[in-house]
């Protein structure tokens, strides 16, 4: 086996492998070429966007908002009953199926006979959870829905959790899409 039989394709036949050896010239040890090429793609992108704007596919938010499907995955919400209750009844289905664990339900007896339990607290970690949907597939009473809402920066990890009451009562909700449900 030669020395040049040993740089070739394992196969035997093809390309020849290149290696980092002395025989390559100093401006491919370095990468030069590649380097500069890139810097050409780069440049060339560059120049056509500055040259040509309203061809880039780019919106101008958030003057210009974009369109999104009945079934996007945003922000969650409790639905309420007439009376203004949760529909939850605290089974905990939702907090089982999450893949991140980020549901914390604690039941407590409901005073209404005709509803066994509900939720005395009802918290998600929107740090955590990865708007997966899973828990309203699994919600047996259709309490849980996600709404069309895409803007959740916060400024602090203490509003990015969210309890009860925010996810029953706050004022985007009114007028939003609705947002990822069972399909019906």
């Known amino acids: 086996m030669t020395h040049h039989d040993a740089h070739q394709h394992p196969a035997g036949q093809g390309k020849e492998v290149r290696r980092f050896t002395s025989e390559m010239r100093f401006p491919e040890l370095l990468y030069l070429v590649e380097i500069i090429k890139g810097l ?6 560059l120049l056509h966007n500055l040259l040509s704007p309203s061809s880039m596919p780019v919106i ?15 922000r969650h919400y409790i639905r309420a009953r007439e009376d203004g209750t949760p529909r939850c009844v605290a089974c905990m289905m939702c907090a089982t199926v999450c893949p991140a664990r980020c549901i914390t339900i604690t039941a ?10 509900r939720p005395k607290s ?11 949907g899973f828990c309203v597939d699994a919600c047996p009473a259709e309490a849980i829905y996600m709404s ?10 203490e509003e990015c959790v969210w309890d009860l009451d925010f996810l029953m009562n706050r004022p985007s909700l009114k007028g939003a899409p609705p947002g990822y449900r069972p399909l019906e």
């Open 40 to 45: 050409g793609v780069t440049l060339r992108h």
């Open 108 to 117: 407590e007896e409901s005073p209404d006979g005709s509803i066994e339990k």
């Open 148 to 157: 069309g809402e895409y803007e959740m920066a916060e400024y602090t990890r």
């Open 122 to 132: 009802f918290t998600i970690d929107g740090l955590r959870c990865v708007m997966c």
């Open 60 to 74: 101008s938010y958030p003057e210009e908002r974009r369109p999104y499907g009945l079934l996007f995955r945003g």
